[in-house]
Every structure is written in C-alpha cells, then in structure tokens.
C-alpha cells in the first residue's frame, strides 16, 4: 500500500493550519455484504452516486474521481501530498462484524459474456491515469449486470508491473450479488473468493499493469466485468447499530497513513460474517502537507 511516514508534529500542524477535509458518505445496503467474497458498495446507491460499472463491452473504461461520483476530496496545492488521515464507520440496522477495504478503482473491462467459452480479447486503447506502472495492481473478476449460474472457471492472460505477459487459472464462484468479487485464489477451489486473481507462476511483477483477454474453460453464465484497482487501507466494523467504528490510519498503521493521489476513485469494497442489508455510514477524514 502506498504510504509515505510522517511524524505526528506533521499531521497535527496539518489540522492546526486547516490543511484537512471531512467527507461523509452513506451506502443504504441494496446490495448486502457477501460472506464468501468481497462486493463492491459502489454499485449501489447513496453518496457517493452508484455507478453500474457498464460501458462498451470488452473496452477499457477508466475512471477519475470528481465531485460526487467516488469519495470527495478537495484539490491541493501543487507539491503537497494528501493522506487518508482517518475514518468513523457507522450502521443503524442490526448487522455483522464486515471487513471492509477502501480502494482506488482505476477502472473495469466490462459486460464479459460469462456464456462464451470462446477467448474474449480486451481492448487497451485507454489505460488507467494512475498508477500506471501497475504496482499494487489487483485485477479481480466482478458479477456485472447479470448473475453467475454456475461454479465457472476461467483462464487470463495479463501483462505485470514487469513488462512481462503472464497467463493465470482460477475457478469462479457462484453468487447472485451485484458487484462481488468472483474469482478464487486457485484453480482447484471453488468457494472462497480473493480480492484479486492469482498471480501467475512466470511473474516475478507486484502488480497488473493491463489484462489482454479473458477465457472461460467453464462457463459460469452471466455478464461479468473486470476491475483494476489498488487497495489503499482496511477497517472492520463491528456491526454494532449503537457503536461507531473509528480508525485512525497514522496511529493504526504505525505513522504510514495511504497516500491519495489527485483523481482518486475511492471505493469501498465489503465482506461479512452474515449478509443483513442494511445501512452503512460515516465519514474520511484527509489532510494535506
């Protein structure tokens, strides 16, 4: 995760001279966490906007953080860098204790047909704004518009943060959720999901820069998309309606808070002990020095 440490005269100093911005958010939980896998909370509906995460089929859609379509943050001035300081996450229905990751969705191939078995090739005309060396790159494989039907399998051909093309096999699972996160951390596995797919066994990179096709060896059924993104930090709630969730991201995380970079896509991606749908809040607190 990109970090840079500060020393905590560095961040008070920046709360101290106003060189912060608080901006909630609220997800009313159409779509419940799972509990075999991770779901993307941005496809549903609150603030920030839900977005469906369609488009051209096959045709990379990169996406850029402005106004209300991810989480808001403030421009700053030039050479300063901004750091997701902390965050308070809060719930008022009856729920489960839900892992949660905060992430940069750089962007997604979409409207994959789940039903062909023939080798779908991905189209790269237009590539992420950031993170363009593909380090701390997670390529994961998404129930998109239509649900899975069956415990599918799939192989992807992708190029690493190396330069080099590599070749990766998973199995995918088999959820109705909107937004979750499909594939396994292997190929013999068929019920636990990752956040990304299994690195290839020719890459020595850390980390995807693009993903050049998709082939399915068994059919899953449904439509599904594939999202790059970089995960940043992590929170569990407690899943308590009378109890917020605090994190402070310096103190919590030994002084290495996530750096967040201009036109950041931030997103939340969740996992739960039980799938209640119910309403999550809060807010992310940044600073900049």
Not at 76 to 85: C, F, T
Not at 198 to 217: E, F, H
Request: proline letters at 6%; one cysteine or more; a neutral charge.
């Amino acid at each position: 995760m990109s970090n840079l440490n500060r020393g905590l005269a560095s961040v008070n100093a920046a709360f101290d001279e106003g060189r912060f911005h608080t901006q909630r958010f609220i997800k009313t939980g159409t779509q419940a966490p799972g509990t075999i896998t991770f779901v993307d909370w941005g496809t549903t509906v609150g603030q920030p906007t839900a977005n469906a995460r369609v488009g051209t089929p096959l045709v990379f859609a990169p996406l850029t953080g402005a106004g209300n379509n991810a989480i808001y943050f403030p421009p700053i001035p030039s050479g300063s860098k901004r750091y997701l300081a902390s965050g308070t996450f809060r719930s008022d229905g009856v729920g489960a204790v839900t892992s949660i990751i905060i992430g940069d969705l750089l962007g997604y191939y979409p409207l994959l047909d789940g039903d062909s078995i023939s080798t779908q090739t991905l189209d790269n005309t237009l590539a992420p704004t950031r993170y363009a060396d593909g380090v701390g790159v997670v390529a994961s494989l998404v129930a998109n518009v239509s649900p899975v039907g069956n415990t599918g399998a799939a192989v992807v051909t992708y190029i690493d943060s190396n330069d080099v093309t590599c070749v990766t096999s998973f199995r995918i699972i088999n959820t109705g959720t909107q937004g979750s996160i499909l594939n396994c951390l292997s190929s013999t596995a068929g019920t636990t999901a990752g956040l990304g797919m299994p690195s290839a066994p020719n890459s020595a990179g850390k980390g995807v820069k693009r993903v050049i096709d998709i082939t399915y060896t068994t059919s899953p059924g449904g439509i599904q998309a594939i999202y790059l993104w970089k995960p940043l930090a992590t929170v569990v709630f407690n899943g308590d309606a009378l109890l917020s969730r605090e994190k402070d991201f310096f103190i919590h995380n030994g002084m290495a808070a996530p750096i967040i970079l201009d036109g950041a896509y931030l997103n939340f991606f969740a996992q739960a002990t039980a799938a209640p749908v119910q309403r999550h809040y809060g807010d992310l607190t940044f600073i900049w020095t």
